[in-house]
């Protein structure tokens, strides 16, 4: 009983001293969507050594791809993906004018993963897959990328590394008043918090908070949001989900917080339009 409680105590102790090296901070301008939450992250890792790990594991998965001959093979369907995304980075600047000056970078894989992703940074990758199976419309697609693009918009990898750092460096400290052997490796490979943990449900509400704001103020209709995840939850139906769905939840929920969404930014497309 009492080794228990000495080790609540340490390991809160070892919290406290963890959190100490996080600061508050805000990625983005809150926009018409009203994005506020504070993020900490850690000083252990800055922006730009994410952006850095996040462009060398995207030249690794372009050069796989290169040489599985996979990588942008049909020219009009990889027009047709960077013309929307650059539509929509024309509009970073709404949530942080540094981003429009990213080297982004925006390339369609041909595997028949339903999927994309964003790097940190800007590095975009749309699977062929997605497009073969969810047959988007060009709103609908870009209410896909958006919502990657606002997770890099928002660094949400560099607040989950923050935190894994954080467990870890609070482990260690405990590790060593307590003798304990099993602790998390602080050289955990980046790419793992970055590219294979699902993000948390506040992380999605607003990835979709930002990528329908983007595709409004783009021009493009922000109720494909609905139509898009409509499909995606009919897809989820099938005998085995989609790696897009393993870390995108889509529900009636979502779906009915997308409608709330898509109403409040509709004024921003009217305008666009025009």
Known sequence: MKRTVLGKRLAAGALAVALAGCAAVQTTSSGQVGVERKQYMSGLVSEAQLNQAAAQNYAQVLGQARAQKALDRDAAQTR???????RLIGQVGVFRPDAAGWNWEVHVISQDEVNAWCMPGGKIA???GLIQRIRPSDAELAAIIGHEMAHALREHSR???SQKMATSFGL??????TGMREVNDLGSSLSQ????LPNSRTHESEADLIGVEL????GYDPRAAITLWQKMAALEQGSAQPEFLSTHPS???RIADLQAISQRV?????????
């Open 215 to 218: 595709a409004a103020r783009a």
């Open 193 to 196: 918090v970055m590219f294979e």
């Open 251 to 253: 529900s009636s929920t």
């Open 126 to 128: 749309v699977y062929t």
């Open 266 to 274: 509709m004024p921003l497309y009217e305008q666009a339009r025009r």
């Open 159 to 161: 607040e989950q590394v």
């Open 172 to 177: 260690s400290v405990l590790s060593a008043v």
């Open 80 to 86: 047709r993906v960077r013309a929307i995304a650059q």
